[in-house]
């Protein structure tokens, strides 16, 4: 049986923009929030290594890779766009990358 899904992948940072480790609990804290809500999630830690400039400054992120994926709904679109938002505001980020694709799960 074919369900459409979407998978959403979320970049989240090792480190805070001041350079400092974003503790392992904290990021604990961000999985659990998807397992909470979507009973599933998948979590590479130094899945990427990120390079980006904002005003005039370069910054290097090492990035852990947090991947879900759910049914396509207006719902679970609003709730990773509020997951997003509010984990941007707890780890102090100018930005969190988050994507997001159909696929068919079969």
Do not use: C, H
Request: proline share 3%.
């Amino acid at each position: 049986m074919r369900s459409k899904s979407r998978r959403y992948e979320v970049l989240l940072p090792a480190r805070f923009n001041d350079g400092q480790d974003v503790p392992d609990e904290l990021i604990g804290k961000a999985i659990d929030e998807v397992i909470e809500q979507f009973q599933a999630a998948s979590f590479y830690k130094d899945a990427a290594e990120g390079y980006w400039r904002y005003e005039d400054k370069v910054y290097q992120d090492s990035l852990g890779l947090l991947m879900v994926d759910v049914p396509d709904t207006v719902a679970n679109r609003k709730w990773m766009r509020a997951f997003k938002a509010r984990w941007k505001q707890r780890l102090g980020q100018i930005e969190i990358w988050m994507v997001s694709y159909r696929i068919d799960i079969e």
